[in-house]
């Protein structure tokens, strides 16, 4: 799968990815990276614009769990044509009262990345990741960069493999 991009080895463009990305891809051989117009980093418009499926781009949301006056947070990597069930699966697993996206302003400050290129890689340590199944099962998945630049393209079953990664059933 390549649309009409051209995928490069991600570590070998530090120009194309966010600082905490850079680190955490460092030295994957199959994470790549592909430069697009940072106007089409919304999942539709990119798929539409470089000729990528659908179903095989994946998003990329931060959830603020509460309980008890805390605050947690904890990412959610779910396929672009479904999304997360944070007020039922994701709450539950968390074991929050209650789950929500977190805000803009609190999601790229805690990640360090761009709103519309946040990614599963290089997410603060102490975050759980859950990855839905299905994102797990593709051969090849796009996700974000940490910018709105580019995207990443990776296998599937290396999301399972992140710091703090959980694989659910975690879309609807």
Not at 20 to 49: K, M, N, S, Y
Not at 96 to 109: D, I, V, W
Not at 146 to 164: F, I, T
Request: aromatic share 4%.
């Amino acid at each position: 799968m390549s649309g009409e991009l051209n995928w490069v080895r991600a570590d070998l463009h530090p120009e194309l990815l966010a600082e905490p990305v850079l680190t955490a891809v460092r030295g994957i051989d199959e994470a790549r990276v592909a430069e697009i117009d940072p106007a089409l980093a919304d999942t539709a418009a990119f798929c539409q614009r470089y000729g990528m499926p659908l179903s095989t781009s994946a998003n990329c949301v931060v959830v603020a769990a509460r309980r008890g006056g805390e605050v947690s947070y904890a990412a959610c990597v779910v396929p672009a044509t479904r999304r997360a069930d944070v007020n039922g699966v994701v709450r539950r697993h968390l074991g929050a009262r209650k789950a929500s996206f977190a805000p803009m302003e609190e999601a790229t400050g805690l990640t360090g990345m761009e709103y519309g290129g946040i990614t599963p890689f290089g997410l603060p340590g102490d975050w759980p990741v859950l990855v839905d199944e299905a994102v797990v099962a593709e051969d090849e998945v796009v996700v974000g960069s940490g910018v709105r630049r580019s995207k990443l393209l990776v296998p599937g079953k290396l999301l399972a493999g992140l710091p703090g990664a959980e694989v659910l059933a975690l879309a609807r």
